[in-house]
Nanobody, 129 residues
Framework: QVQLVESGGGLVQAGGSLRLSCAAS????????MAWFRRAPGKEREFVAA???????????YYTDSVKGRFTISRDNAENTLYLRMNSLKPEDTAVYYC???????????????????WGQGTQVTVSS
């Protein structure tokens, strides 16, 4: 059974950085499409970033516009771990961040939450002004 466990959230001042981790119990982790979503208080869950396998060792990363240039998604296939490096954090980044996984190659649907079969429990990120 697939399990995703996020960690690394916390309280940080605006302009600061955090790195989120998602430990995945997936036997074939390297070919899974992985993503980060977030849900801010009173708002719908939204896409943050995704990384999908293409072929061989080629992966593609995607970001929502509001985090481009500030956030970096990456993965360590040897450790079955997904990361989200968040720099220059803003108060509007405050949310619960969720890790998600799917065996599908989400070429054009990477931002759609219903394409992901597996979800973590979330980790809280709070950015103070």
């Amino acid at each position: 059974q697939v399990q995703l466990v996020e960690s690394g959230g916390g309280l940080v001042q605006a302009g600061g950085s955090l790195r989120l981790s998602c430990a995945a119990s997936i036997r074939t982790f390297s070919v899974y499409s992985m993503a980060w979503f977030r849900r801010a208080p009173g708002k719908e869950r939204e896409f943050v970033a995704a990384i999908r396998w293409s072929s061989g060792t080629t992966y593609y990363a995607y970001y929502t516009d509001s985090v481009k240039g500030r956030f970096t998604i990456s993965r360590d296939n040897a450790e079955n771990t997904l990361y989200l490096r968040m720099n220059s954090l803003k108060p509007e980044d405050t949310a619960v961040y969720y890790c998600a996984a799917t065996r599908e190659s989400v070429v054009s649907s990477y931002a759609l939450s219903n394409k992901y079969n597996y979800w973590g429990q979330g980790t809280q990120v709070t950015v103070s002004s």
